[in-house]
């Protein structure tokens, strides 16, 4: 790792990803219309690294869990368009940018238990973490905009769809973490090997400086 990224008690990076999950077909109450709602996973993949340089990465954490209390979810009329996510509410954005680190999901209640520290800076994993998590300048932690450091490190990927499997084949990434190969799951794992790799190349503000 870079010196320039590091303090006296190291850095946590947060990967914000949301993974399609259940979906249901419903009629609304006041038209009777049929609306196809996908459920979305929220998924956050923590790295913790140390202020040693000849150690960098200390910890990884990953969760995955459905909100309670703010489902993610997308409604498509008539199960036709694209359909709406809406920007997460205040009380979820506090729970993903301020709490400590994510370590297991509560069978019972599908609540988060966390733990560790608030993450430093957070990881848009794709365009549809960057509109769903809309930074803004009261945040508590700095931004890398994944698909914007795509771009402007990789101008040969830029108008690659999957942006985090182009990459991972460019660096000769493999490893899932036991995910399917080619699931969404499986793509936040090679995410983290790349976040890792970047920042063994590049200083945090080099990262921070690629904005959509």
Request: hydrophobic share 40%; net charge negative; glycine share 8%.
């Amino acid at each position: 790792m870079r010196q320039e990224l590091q303090n006296s008690s190291g850095l946590t990076i947060r990967i914000v990803s949301l993974v399609p999950g259940v979906e249901s077909l419903r009629p609304e109450p006041a038209s009777g219309a049929r609306t196809r709602e996908t459920v979305w996973a929220v998924c956050l993949y923590d790295l913790g690294f140390a202020s040693d340089t000849g150690q960098p990465l200390q910890s990884e954490h990953f969760a995955l869990w459905f909100p309670a209390d703010q489902p993610v979810s997308v409604k498509m009329q008539d199960a036709v368009g694209p359909g709406m996510l809406l920007p997460a509410s205040d009380l979820l954005r506090a729970e993903i940018l301020e709490r400590p680190g994510p370590s297991v999901v509560d069978d019972e209640d599908g609540a988060l238990s966390m733990q560790g520290r608030s993450p430093d800076v957070v990881v848009l994993a794709d365009e549809r973490a960057a509109h769903w998590i809309t930074p803004t300048p009261m945040d508590p932690v700095r931004y890398i905009h994944f698909v914007s450091v795509v771009r402007g490190l990789f101008p040969e990927l830029s108008r690659v769809p999957d942006a985090i499997n182009a990459l991972g084949c460019h660096y000769g990434f493999t490893g899932t973490g036991g995910a399917h190969p080619g699931s969404a799951i499986a793509q936040i794992h090679v995410l983290a090997r790349i976040i890792e790799t970047l920042l063994s190349e590049h200083t945090l503000n080099e990262l921070i400086r690629f904005v959509p």
